[in-house]
């Protein structure tokens, strides 16, 4: 019992430091300031749409790009990736009825040392012309009719190279509901928004499903094919700008902009698989990196529910009442995340559990980097990337 008081000790002051010493990453007011400012009205944006199989989704999202309400120039490319059930051909049709332009095209199978989406970048990217932005938008994304405008708006305003917004995920189902706010907060802890936005801080990150990036700030950090093997492109991206000099910001997506997805997961698998993918390349491969993080996991999530539920079990009170006071301050740094996406504060004590699937769900991406499947998404398989 001694030991698991001082582990649960130990995990104590784990979450002091990361409370109040962690760059605010729990918190949620990082958000767009809203001003779209004159510098809009005269600047030009080319909106590249990766897709490869999104005629699920593309019918509820693309309108909502064809519909912005932009004062500059704006076109939108979306480049069909070798798709098989029609998205090339839905996207024509819808976009017959846009006021934005669109155009559909599509690069052929990636090359050797490119992954499938950052080949269809790059072939959008030299599809777009002299433009001054480019807004880089998933599939399954649907956008406000001002989103486009707002963050021209705001990264002309303040001399942004890149603006990122980390789009609202679904919570309507069960498994949503319990592992999406986690997503966001455990992606939010690795790169705490605050540090990706001071401009001397070496943390970089952006959400890959929302990312305007300055064209000339593109160029200066090698283009795309500077990332062409990365699993976590998002990311990649937003440190290539960062290093080469560009300031770069990331934002929480407001209830009210409607940067959304409309992707469904609606059973465990399909998160399990959102998650598991790319894992392990997130730890660059290691697996040194992988028993630290299990190790780390378990210290900072499950010490103080397994410490409580002991202590009540063996009548040790000092044991219990750590537990319960870990397990207390761990909640409170949750119950922001979990109220933004709606849901009840109560449900903040849920975390560990949460966590337990990423765990979960870290180690399986390593068992199957181990066996030959790398990051597995849509009948294509990377391996990890050559030293």
Known sequence: MDVLLWITAVSGLAWLYLTLCHGWFWRTDVRLAGS?????????VAVIVPARDEAAVLDVSLPTLLAQDFPGRARVLLIDDGSTDGTGELARRLGAAGRVPLTVTSPGEPPAGWTGKLWALRHGVE????????????ADIAHAPDSLARLVGEAERD??????????????????????????YFFGKLFPFRRVNRPKSRVAAAAGG???????????????????????????????????????????????????SVRPYPALADLWNMVARSAFAQLRHSWLLLAGTVVGLALIYLAAPVALFAGIAGAHAPLALCGLAVWALMTATYVPMVRYYGRPAASAVLLPFAATLYLGMTVHSAVRHAR????????????????
């Open 372 to 387: 030959g499947r790398g990051a597995a998404w849509k009948g294509r398989t990377y391996p990890a990337p050559a030293e």
């Open 159 to 184: 001399r942004l190279d890149l603006l990122s917004v980390m789009a609202r995920l679904r919570t309507h189902t069960r498994w949503e509901k319990l592992i999406v706010p986690a997503f966001v």
């Open 36 to 44: 779209t400012g004159p510098a809009a009205d005269t600047a030009s």
């Open 127 to 138: 599809s777009v012309g002299e433009v001054d932005w480019i807004l880089f938008t998933d």
């Open 210 to 260: 929302c990312v305007l990036v300055r064209r000339t700030a593109l160029e200066r950090a090698g283009g795309v094919a500077a990332i062409r093997d990365a699993v976590i492109d998002d990311v990649s991206l937003g440190t290539a700008v960062k290093r080469s000099g560009g300031r770069i910001r990331l934002v929480l997506a407001d209830p009210a902009d409607h940067v959304d």
